[in-house]
T-cell receptor, first 112, second 117 residues
């Protein structure tokens, strides 16, 4: 079991570009979560998805951010028209119905 | 809304000493889990220990144990015989009901623990 896989590990984007972060959950897990970690901060919940459904997006910024978890393939967190304030580490976690979450190693996004 | 508070931004102890990291939380729920996660410099989030609120007994995992006081809403982590590899950020986390059968987590701001040789 390969664990939760996130790629890329590091992503550099210029202001105004789009960032796409990918997350493949652990085998058998149907629940995916995205978190953002700013420097010197804890992780902040962004969105919770199940296959083809957004369950809770209460932590997602209203503009420029979107997430999906299609029937086939990884979950994608998409940030359009990135700004410097989007620079952070983005973590994905997955769980089965029992709820214990396993985390990926994160994607560090740097906006220049 | 649930909140999780870690009041110690940084702690430093000598190797082999015992250290306690504090965490308080606020909730109106009665049955829940609490977690401590470790984040070493590699940034990987690693589950250290989990406590179920309905259990009287404090959870223990080798050198890691908790002091769970439900009435006080306190959930501290004790690390015994600390090792250099314990140096990391430690986050207390509380699940909230996202309505989909599983839970997202609310994290505290973390405590940076440094183990000195």
């Amino acid at each position: 079991n390969a664990g939760v896989m996130q790629n890329p590990r590091h992503l550099v984007r210029r202001r105004g570009q789009e960032a796409r972060l990918r997350c493949s959950p652990m085998k058998g897990h149907s629940h995916v979560y995205w978190y953002r970690q700013l420097p010197e901060e804890g992780l902040k919940f962004m969105v919770y998805l199940q296959k083809e459904n957004i369950i809770d997006e209460s932590g997602m910024p209203k503009e420029r951010f979107s997430a999906e978890f299609p029937k086939e393939g990884p979950s994608i967190l998409r940030i359009q028209q990135v700004v410097r304030g989007d620079s952070a580490a983005y973590f994905c976690a997955s769980s089965d119905i029992q709820g214990e979450a396993f985390f990926g190693q994160g994607t560090r996004l740097t906006v220049v | 809304a649930q909140t999780v508070t870690q009041s110690q931004p940084e702690m430093s102890v000598q190797e082999a000493e015992t250290v306690t990291l504090s965490c308080t939380y606020d909730t109106s729920e009665n049955n829940y889990y609490l977690f401590w996660y470790k984040q070493p410099p590699s940034r990987q989030m690693i589950l250290v220990i989990r406590q179920e609120a309905y259990k009287q007994q404090n959870a223990t995992e080798n050198r890691f144990s908790v002091n769970f006081q439900k009435a006080a809403k306190s959930f501290s982590l004790k690390i015994s015989d600390s090792q250099l590899g314990d140096t990391a950020m430690y986050f207390c986390a509380f699940p909230f009901d996202s309505g989909g059968g599983a839970d997202g987590l609310t994290f505290g701001k973390g405590t940076h623990l440094i183990i000195q040789p």
